[in-house]
């Protein structure tokens, strides 16, 4: 697109936005002080004796980095101006922070911040009721957001940073447990609350109370999760020991369901691994072997961040529930008092 193209803006402006063609027209003109910012600083690296050399390499690679983003950001100006659909402030955003890396340039390279006279051609001064029509704009696009991230997450903002922060603690925190395929298996099959221990075997019974017969589960990957505590007792009649999962079990299981490529592809695999990082705590071999024959707890941050998110169906259901027995306790349904959905129900879920 050429630089001095007249952009087509069918859309009217937003109260206070410069027109898009002065939005390009600044963000060029950031892009080329900027870079002449970092020539200038490359000019003084080459005239410069070797006892200054470091300083001027470090301010010309400062320089230069900047400018490389301030013609990016002019760039995407000149690339998404001709989008009917782009919003104004789109445009004005990529102007300001070429502007902004403009005047970093200028700055590092250690001449006039000229780029920042820039600045004050994209803010216009507004009205008082033109600050309420752009906030009354601007609250209407976040409405629409997060009605639209609503629809595809089935989740509000508060619970969709919680799947996000999950994620982030999967990829930290999975490969570290040690665990195989089989190891969540075994943690499914407690899940159910039909795992059971009995003769020295592993099952999990084909139906709750049923504790004879039923498919066969991993011994020896049973006995290391419940010395792990990752399993425990939920009960024991006679000879037969019911497990399920534990606090930090569940966390565990979720997040290796979060992450499954944080599991090791075979027990040799697992062991390997467990084994280097046991030798980073113990010295002597035998420490190391015993360490890495045992499977690690989940790491206590994993344990003390992670929180379940809980959909807006789940809510809405709790919520439900709530009101019917609060009418039932009050004595039945009043309609002139119509349930209040409150802002968050996650404490009680969890």
């Known amino acids: ?22 939005c390009l027209r600044i963000a060029r003109k950031a892009a080329t002080l900027a870079v002449a910012a970092a020539d200038n600083a490359l000019d003084d690296l080459c005239r410069s004796r070797a006892a200054s050399t470091a300083r001027l390499e470090a301010v010309m690679h400062a320089s230069h980095e900047e400018a490389v983003s301030a013609e990016r950001y002019a760039d995407h100006a000149e690339q998404s101006a001709g989008d009917p659909d782009l919003p104004d402030r789109a445009l004005s955003y990529y ?3 070429a502007v902004s890396h403009a005047v970093r340039a200028q700055s590092a390279a250690g001449v006039e911040t000229t780029a920042a006279e820039l600045q004050a051609e994209l803010e216009q001064i507004l009205t008082s009721a033109e600050r309420a029509e752009r906030e009354r704009v601007r609250r209407l696009e976040e409405a629409r957001d997060e009605a639209e991230q609503r629809a595809i997450t089935g989740m509000d903002e508060e619970n969709r940073l919680r799947a996000t922060t999950n994620a982030f603690l999967a990829e930290q925190y999975v490969a570290d447990l040690g665990w195989t395929a089989g190891h969540v298996r075994v943690m499914e099959a407690a899940e159910t609350g039909r795992l059971y221990w009995r003769g020295r075997r592993a099952r999990q019974a084909a139906c709750h109370g049923a504790w004879a017969g039923g498919r066969r589960i991993s011994r020896e990957r049973t006995q290391e999760l419940v010395a792990a505590r990752l399993l425990v007792s939920k009960g024991s009649d006679n000879d037969t020991t019911v497990l399920t999962l534990s606090a930090m079990g569940t966390v565990a299981l979720a997040l290796t369901r979060l992450h499954p490529a944080g599991l090791h592809t075979s027990d040799q695999t697992a062991y390997a691994a467990r084994l280097a990082k046991a030798r980073r705590r113990h010295e002597r071999r035998d420490d190391q072997k015993q360490a890495a024959r045992s499977l690690p707890p989940l790491d206590t941050t994993a ?18 529930r709530e009101t019917v027995n609060r009418l039932a306790h009050d004595g039945g349904r009043c309609p002139a008092a119509e349930p209040v959905e409150p802002p968050s129900v996650q404490a009680a879920l969890w």
């Open 1 to 22: 697109m050429p630089k001095n193209a007249v952009v087509a803006h069918p859309l009217p402006l937003a109260p206070g936005e410069p027109s898009p063609e002065v």
């Open 95 to 97: 102007a300001r922070e």
């Open 303 to 320: 344990q003390r961040v992670y929180r379940r998110p809980v959909t807006l169906t789940e809510q809405q259901s709790h919520l439900e």
